[in-house]
């Protein structure tokens, strides 16, 4: 079993839909989680961190809940600009040392 | 540009030759990490350096792969006798302390 584990999709999603994507993770000792964003054929790049109080950044809110070991992000009034893949990421220390990856959601918004 | 860079962008070498990819990250950075990412997985951590020390190596990380920073500085990595299971995009990484990773493009290795 993956420590990281998300549904691969792809979510095939209208513009201005609303879109959640979800990611469980198996080492409870896992202490910073993040998603990242990875347009196709280049590198990954921090979209945001996650809180346990939950956060926000525009469009996007990230919810991480330790009892059940779960992670979420919801993207609201999707855009064409949004299609990508979602990279779940887990570590086992604070901050960003050692990131461990989901295999990632594939996002694509269509006119 | 003063991102992470990686040399060569494509590699294609026939199953049992040697090959090197190069790593310069963000020049006050003093951690540098390799990853690899196969079709349709998340990329996997290979190793990490602080400064020029190798901290950590993962399993994944057989004996016909070996990385170095020998100055701080850039890094490379050699993988020796490649097998076609080796095809994979090598991510390069680095960091200043446990802060926030900037990844460069990547090296897309195909072995035939």
């Known amino acids: 079993r993956k420590e990281v584990e998300q549904d691969p999709g792809p979510f095939n999603v209208p513009e201005g839909a609303t879109v959640a994507f979800n990611c469980t993770y198996s080492?409870?000792?896992?202490?910073?989680f993040f998603w990242y964003r990875q347009d196709c054929r280049k590198e990954p790049k921090l979209l945001m961190s996650?809180?346990?109080s939950g956060n926000e950044d525009g469009r996007f809110t990230a919810q991480l809940n330790r009892a059940s070991q779960y992670i979420s992000l919801l993207i609201r009034d999707s855009k064409l600009s949004d299609s990508a893949t979602y990279l779940c990421v887990v570590t086992r220390s604070g901050g960003y040392n050692k990131l461990i990856f989901g295999a990632g959601t594939r996002l694509a918004v269509h006119p | 540009d003063t991102g992470v860079s990686q040399d060569p962008r494509h590699k294609i070498t026939k199953r049992g030759q040697n090959v090197t990819f190069r790593c310069d990250p963000i020049?006050?950075?003093?951690?540098l990490y390799w990853y690899r990412q196969t079709l349709g997985q998340g990329p996997e951590f290979l190793t990490y350096?602080?400064?020029?020390?190798?901290?950590?190596k993962s399993r994944l990380l057989s004996d016909r792969f070996s990385a170095e920073r020998p100055k701080g500085s850039f890094s490379t990595l050699e993988i020796q006798r490649t097998e076609q299971g080796d095809s994979a995009m090598y991510l390069c990484?680095?960091?200043?302390?446990?802060?926030?990773?900037?990844f460069g493009s990547g090296t897309q290795l195909s072995v035939l």
């Open positions: 350096f602080q400064n020029e020390a190798q901290l950590e």
């Open positions: 996650v809180y346990s």
């Open positions: 990484a680095s960091s200043l302390h446990n802060e926030k990773l900037f």
């Open positions: 020049s006050e950075h003093n951690r």
């Open positions: 080492n409870s000792a896992s202490q910073s």
